[in-house]
């Protein structure tokens, strides 16, 4: 059994339009299903707009889904009432993008990881809270001296690692990471992905993590799902995924990837268009309106994620094995 | 001589040095990438070239910035004022916060037109230069306000708007960072696209090293202020000479490369005020000996036509 089951999940969101506008509804999330299991870790890729991130809060319910089931380790979280809900939240945590506006500028760094501590009642007396503080920053690469510091004392990289603590702080088994490294440098990116990797190694963590950058997640994920417009187009083990891609859209996005090496460069598959807006959705393959390949029941019937022998799935009319 | 030759710049903030000594030289038609993280001042020194930088709290310490041949830092505002658009023009990063959001995108692209080229500044001429940059529809798409186009669009539009002046030099600081891989892929090639058409030298800022191959004949890679090395692109990226060039390209996964570790860098990048003394990059290279951390090493020449600031560089 799955450690995370997500099935067929939608997530709708109301958008306000001007007064005299009909209210509509933008599809951010329109039937996924993906399973996480244990120790796991498993990428989600796709452009500003596809879904991802609105499907890693909707997981942890920071956003309500409108329909689906989400089922985490036996249970089904989307019919849990909030006091349930809060047990099972200790499992899951939560690591944002930007470690500038994800910790309280107005506490200590102690503060923020033990705040976590006090909510789940994990620490019983002040000298273990300390300790498991302490324990905490030690495992992430920071001083635990510095517990009595504010976040503005920090680099961008060590503020990314206190986020990490403080998920870390409930002893959870499923780390959501949206986009964890994106708005670090370059040269501290690769210090933040080993420390997530040492932690997934100790203690047995499974992923969800969300990025555009598709090296990455080649590099840190075992399996990856690729979403388009609210939907996933091709998932896999990330390494097959990557070196053959299947679905159209796929293979476009890995050779828009820049690369460094100018003798390796492979040929760009450029992209017309832009990605459509979630508002209106084309009909039939979502992708179709910039699919160099899409024929005519493309732009009639939206194609079913099949699953292949190989673990592979792909929604493609076209698409062979 | 060069387009742009800039000459051991110089550039305090208050009292605290951002930029510390910078020499460039582009060619007229020329692509020359400046690459470095946050704070190394890249953007700083581009912003400098048409003197963007507000004084106080910046002040132009030492050095000069030749522009066709004169000294932008000696210009009088009328003489800037010619320079600004007609000589160099800038694309940013956040095409969303460079665009007015009450103007239609027609009239902020016929606005530069008058400025610079008054007898061509009609609706045809802006249909023109939005047709140029890619824009789909360009007759519907001059009545659009920005918040209508998407960010790629949006970039478009900065791109003709910074056409429109004719320049010689177009700066693009980080004109892809704000958007998605596919719509990166597709404003590089509008760029490079745009070189080849119009004979315009490009500087391009960037923290990527990824997509400077696909644009740049030179690379210059910048660390706490200082280039630290300067190459041809493709001999930079094959084989790059100093330690934190080096480390730079390691610490970044390559699709399709299988490893289970990536060799980071320790520690930080330093920010302007806090560098160390001796080699700025000493703190975090491997390779670093105890006289790094006491002698400053100069930008020297190194086989070929390349530059590195490091004596200990194996040739």
Known sequence: MPLLDVQDLRVHLPVRGPVWSRPTVVRAVDGVSLTVEAGEAVGLVGESGCGKTTLGRAVLRLVEPTAGRIVFDGRELTKLERGALRGLRRRMQMVFQDPFNSLNPRRTVGESVGEALDIHRLAPTRAARSERIAGLLTSVGLDPAHADRYPHEFSGGQRQRIGIARALAVDPQLLVCDEPVSALDVSVQAQVINLLRDVQRERGLAYLFISHDLAVVEHFCQRIAVMYLGRVVETGPSRAVC??????????????VPVVDPQSKRPRIILTGEVPSPLAPPPGCPFHPRCPVAEGRCRTEAPALRMGSDGRAVACHLAGD | MPLLDIRDLRIDFGSTRVVDGVSLSLAEGGCLALVGESGCGKSVTALSIARLLPTPPARYAAGEIALQGRDVLRMTPAELRAIRGGVVSYVFQEPGASLNPVLRVGAQIRETLRLHRPREAGETEVVRLLKQVGIPAPEQRTRDYPHQLSGG???????????????????????????????????????????????????????????????????????????????????????????????????????????????????????????????????????????????????????????????????
């Open chain 1, 243 to 256: 070196r053959q891609p299947r679905h159209p859209y796929t293979q476009a996005l890995l050779s828009a």
């Open chain 2, 153 to 315: 669009m949006q970039q478009r539009v900065m791109i003709a708007m910074a056409l429109a002046a004719a320049p010689k030099l177009l700066v693009a600081d980080e004109p892809t960072t704000a958007l998605d891989v596919t719509i990166q892929a597709q404003i590089i090639e509008l760029l490079a696209e745009l070189r080849r058409q119009l004979g315009m030298a490009i500087l391009l800022i960037t923290h990527n090293l990824g997509i400077v191959g696909d644009l740049a004949d030179r690379v210059a890679v910048m660390y706490a202020g200082q280039i630290v090395e300067e190459a041809a692109t493709g001999d930079l990226l094959r084989r790059p000479l100093h330690p934190y060039t080096q480390a730079l390209l390691r610490s970044a996964p390559i699709l399709g490369r299988e490893q289970d570790r990536l060799e980071a860098i320790p520690g930080t990048v330093p920010v302007p005020g806090q560098w160390p003394a001796g080699c700025r990059f000493a703190p975090r290279c491997p390779m670093a000996r105890s006289e790094c951390r006491e002698q400053v090493p100069v930008l020297a020449p190194c086989g070929g036509d390349r530059l590195v600031r490091c004596p200990f560089v194996e040739t």
